[in-house]
């Protein structure tokens, strides 16, 4: 169900923990982005190409391309309060020896991308746990809205760091605004402190974390398309709009002539827009789909990439970035609101981190070629050519529509397991199970129909194999067979991984059949 009343949409925030982890997580999410922006600005000073600016966004994206899914599992297995915390207190130091070293004038190009490769690392390590604790935070019926506020507040930042980042550029320097983000790593720190332990969910009184836990969380996306889609129009939309982004400094700079403080007057009409994105996004939930709200916005950011290309006035360029910042945390924030409401409490941490690896898979990737692309056809060309992509893609949107993600609750509700006697084999060889349906020939299409949802039930839910054979003996007998990859995983797969809508399918397929009985479990030697 969608939101539709604005105290609604706002109501963690009266929750004082809530409160306070999402106000320091927001600081220090603008201070990670401010150093960006004082980053690109060093090397614009230094004279560097388009392509080594850009990089500067890539070194800090790649590291969560790499690691984000390890810590994902970790996530979802640790006490994610501790690590916020331990992670925490390492960017706090690597972000004050960075401001110490430049503050020295020795902070070079080299310098600069090592130090923003192992931030980048750091911020790997806590986005899952970060997006996962949202669910530690606040009761079952303020998850939806706990989400929003979560995405809504790190994609804030992306936009409103930037831009604090420039005002602040020409009056402080580069070197205190790597002290600040030092400073805003200690702040959500101490904020943690006041914080509770987190509890886990992905059933680690079965198993500790593992390969196999890894896994799991991958054939979860891979069998939802509700995700799958989400993912693929996350990557439509980032690709040409990450653009922006990427040479907004060497725009300000070469084309509108602007320096620090105009460059910083740029990024606060884009985090000007932002914020009056933030303000109206809980009302266009309410009165737009999740697919129309992506369409419009996306359409909108296009034209305004178009417009940046061919204008040489400042004046210009800020009306035009206003709108442009509405539609970026429309959709970056709308898209990450509705996967954390979608996902199940088992695999979220697991899941999310696949999302953020991709988002910021293609923000590395995309910033790097969109560097490449202005050394190539010139910066107001490559911002042209991204326009161009996106009102493109927005159309191709149409035909690919967001699918359902209001399935209702996503809380794992038990389901049963067969009695230990009934394993055979070692506990962690491969189970397969066999279970068999009768099915009256008058009922036999909508068991087929119904058996659809439910391979995808088992695949998403821990199955590696599926299979629906008929008994050659006995027409109206279905031979179901699927495998998982231990006694552990099986035990999962019942007891922590089955939402009510898992249930509902379960039962679907059942009451369609005269009888069912589910044969021993066997290991499958490797």
């Known amino acids: 169900m969608r939101e539709t009343t604005h105290a609604g949409a706002w109501a963690p925030l009266r929750r004082p923990v809530f409160r306070t982890i999402w106000l320091a997580a927001f600081v220090a999410n603008v201070g990670t982005w401010m150093q960006t ?23 800090s994206s790649v590291p969560v391309l790499l690691l984000v899914i390890p810590a994902g599992v970790v996530a979802d297995f640790l006490d994610r309060r501790r690590l916020l915390l331990a992670v925490q207190g390492v960017q706090t130091v690597l972000a004050g020896l960075l401001a110490l070293l430049t503050a020295a004038g020795q902070t070079t190009p080299q ?16 986005l899952p746990a970060y997006q996962a604790m949202v669910s530690d935070l606040l009761p ?23 831009a604090i980042a420039g005002l602040l550029l020409a009056h402080l320097g580069i070197a205190w605004l790597f002290a600040l983000n ?3 790593f200690a702040l959500f720190g101490l904020a943690l402190l006041a914080a509770p332990a987190t509890r886990h ?35 439509l939309f980032a690709v040409p709009a990450n653009v922006l982004w990427a040479l907004l400094a060497p725009l300000a700079e070469r084309r509108l002539g602007l320096g620090a403080t105009g460059y910083g007057v740029l990024l606060g009409a884009a985090g000007a827009g932002a914020v009056a994105g933030a303000i109206l996004l809980p009302m ?75 988002l910021f898979g293609v923000f590395a990737g995309s910033a790097a070629a969109w560097g490449a692309v202005a050394s190539w056809l010139g910066i107001d060309r490559a911002f042209a050519v991204a326009g161009l992509l996106l009102l493109a893609t927005a159309v191709a949107g149409m035909w690919l529509p967001l699918r359902r993600t209001d399935l209702g609750d996503r809380t794992a509700v038990p389901v049963g397991v067969l009695p230990e006697a009934t394993f055979i084999g070692r506990p962690e060889d491969p ?50 067979q699927y495998r998982v990859p231990s006694r552990a995983d099986y035990l999962d797969q019942n007891e922590h991984r089955q939402t009510p809508y898992d249930h509902e399918v379960r039962h679907r397929v059942e009451a369609l059949a005269d009888a069912v009985s589910t044969e021993p479990l066997v290991a499958v030697q490797q």
């Open 37 to 59: 922006v004082a980053g690109q600005w060093l090397l614009v000073e230094h004279h560097s190409s388009s392509l080594l600016i850009s990089l500067v966004q890539s070194a």
């Open 140 to 162: 079952r019926a303020e998850l939806r809205q706990g989400a929003a506020l979560s995405s809504l507040g790190v994609n804030l930042a992306r936009a409103v760091g930037p």
């Open 431 to 480: 189970m397969e199970i066999i279970v068999r349906y009768d099915v009256p020939a008058d009922r036999r299409d909508a068991f087929l129909d119904a058996m659809t949802d439910l391979r995808t039930s088992r695949l998403r839910t821990g199955a590696t194999h599926w299979a629906l054979l008929r008994d050659a003996a006995d027409p109206s007998r279905m031979i179901e």
């Open 182 to 184: 030092a400073i805003s």
């Open 111 to 126: 310098v600069l991308l090592l130090f923003t490769f192992l931030l980048g690392c750091g911020a790997a390590a806590q």
């Open 284 to 358: 266009l939930t309410g009165r737009l789909s999740a697919s129309r709200q992506l369409t419009i916005a996306s359409l909108g950011y296009g034209l305004g990439l178009i417009a940046l290309a061919f204008t040489r006035n400042a004046a210009v360029a800020v009306a035009v970035l206003i709108p442009v910042g509405v539609a970026w945390i429309a959709v970056i924030a709308g898209l990450n609101a509705t996967t954390q409401a979608f996902l199940p409490d088992w695999v979220r941490a697991r899941a999310l981190a696949i999302y953020q690896m991709v």
């Open 201 to 235: 969910t992905a059933g680690s009184a079965v198993r500790p974390a593992s390969w196999s836990s890894l896994e799991a969380g991958g054939r979860y996306v891979r069998h939802a398309p509700a995700v799958r889609r989400i993912l693929l129009r996350l990557v």
